[in-house]
């Protein structure tokens, strides 16, 4: 077994900041790639900024999605600064930027520029709207991506308004699809040797998950109503209350719509004709929830999970996200991990979804300070001499590390 990861050798100069591009940054990351995150002089990627909570100036947001990646910190706007992004250009195999579009041609290191310097080499942009049509010029944040895709739509209790995803689904989604076709272009250069360009929106990724909404719009033009925690086809298919508290159920077919009647001890319920299927139970599902909560309430909701997890039926219990991360389950799967950071010391971060047998993934380290590598990546990367360096650090064409404080962060919040 190669405990180095699929990607292992594969060099990446990220120029994303927020969340779409360095999440897919992460994830390359997590798999075995290098990671060299180009950020700006000042405050560096504005999640730096975000918060709080802050520990010792540095941010909890920022610390979440910027694992295992080596920052070093350049001005674009000086020809020296241009000189070295063009440099490790040269000497990556990816390129990740999610600037609006146009910016990073006026800057000199669009893909026209940069893979003029190397034909091998994979660029990818990530955009609200793409580089194309008539919103291209549009900012595009996550809560636009949700609203306009229609999944806000669908989101929320019943009689309630739209409401987002309790996480930024539209820029993970992005950040998911651009590691997927960096991963595909990677496959493609194997057979082809050449590079290629990826235009990515934050609009597209989210349409890409209406699967079941828009296959019911597209057969009869029908559109799913909020229904909160329940399904628009499974009934029940929820949380459900208990004695003590509420659980989730999914009783997904109707041989487990028989197990279920007979572990709450409601056998009627079971050939009621007002229930006997699926399309029965979600005509009906206004008069089924209540009886259901009724038998479901006579026993705590760690008992019915019990009696539900015998029979196979989909169950869980409603986490936060500290009884998520404090899981056994997560924690033998190794979703949480600890690595070392530089000025904080031992802290947690996510783990590593796919478990491959030959090439398994590992977090490669702590998300970094602003401009922690500078050095070293000018140095080992690109082979300048440290009187070179000197020069540029001089110059202020790069920066090293400085405390939060110094640039008025608060220290701890």
């Given at each position: 077994m190669n405990a180095q990861g699929p990607l292992k050798g594969i060099r990446v100069l990220d120029m994303s900041r927020i969340l779409a591009g360095p999440f897919c940054t992460t994830m390359l990351s997590d798999l075995g790639a290098e990671i060299i995150k180009l950020e700006s002089p000042g405050n560096g990627d504005e999640t730096r900024t975000w918060g709080p909570p802050f520990k010792k100036g540095e941010s909890a947001y920022f610390l979440g999605v910027n694992h295992g990646k080596k920052s070093i910190v350049v001005d674009l706007k000086k020809?020296?600064?241009?000189?070295?992004?063009?440099?490790?250009?040269e000497k990556v195999d990816v390129v990740v930027e999610n600037f609006r579009p146009g910016v990073v041609a006026r800057l000199g290191v669009g893909y026209e520029a940069l893979s003029a310097l190397n034909?091998?080499?994979?660029?990818?942009?990530?955009?609200?709207?793409?580089?194309?049509?008539?919103?291209?010029?549009?900012?595009?944040?996550?809560?636009?991506?949700q609203a306009m895709s229609g999944i806000m739509s669908a989101t929320g209790e019943p009689d309630g308004g739209p409401c987002k995803a309790g996480v930024p689904l539209s820029d993970l989604t992005a950040g998911m699809w651009a590691a997927y076709s960096v991963s595909s272009a990677l496959f493609a250069r194997e057979k082809t040797g050449k590079g290629q360009y990826i235009d990515l929106s934050?609009?597209?990724?989210?349409?890409?998950?209406?699967?079941?909404?828009?296959?019911?719009y597209f057969m009869d033009g029908s559109m799913s109503e909020?229904?909160?925690?329940?399904?628009?086809?499974?009934?029940?298919y929820q949380a459900l209350k208990t004695k003590d508290k509420e659980i989730i159920i999914g009783v997904t077919s109707d041989r487990f719509w028989g197990y279920f009647c007979d572990i709450i001890e409601a056998p009627e319920l079971a050939n009621d004709p007002r229930f006997v299927d699926i399309p029965s139970r979600a005509k009906n599902r206004h008069e089924l929830i209540p009886i259901l909560e009724q038998y479901l309430c006579r026993r705590n909701g760690n008992e019915w999970l019990k009696l539900l997890e015998e029979k196979?039926?989909?169950?869980?219990?409603?986490y936060d996200v500290g009884e998520a991360l404090e899981d056994e389950q997560v924690r033998h799967r190794e979703m949480v991990v600890e690595t070392n950071h530089s000025l904080l010391g031992k802290m947690n971060t996510t783990g590593v979804?796919?478990?491959f047998s030959e090439h398994p993934g590992k977090v490669q380290g702590p998300a970094p300070l602003h401009g922690e590598h500078t050095r070293k990546v000018l140095s080992e990367n690109l082979g300048w001499s440290d009187e070179r360096i000197e020069e540029l650090v001089r110059d202020k064409v790069v920066a090293e590390p400085k405390p939060r404080s110094e640039i008025g962060m608060p220290l701890e919040d």
């Open positions: 020809s020296e600064g241009l000189e070295i992004a063009r440099a490790i250009a034909p091998r080499l994979i660029y990818v942009s990530v955009s609200g709207f793409g580089q194309t049509g008539p919103y291209r010029e549009r900012s595009g944040f996550d809560i636009v991506g934050l609009l597209d990724s989210s349409v890409s998950l209406l699967t079941n909404l828009s296959g019911c909020r229904w909160g925690s329940a399904h628009f086809q499974i009934v029940p196979g039926i989909p169950c869980g219990p409603v979804p796919p478990k």
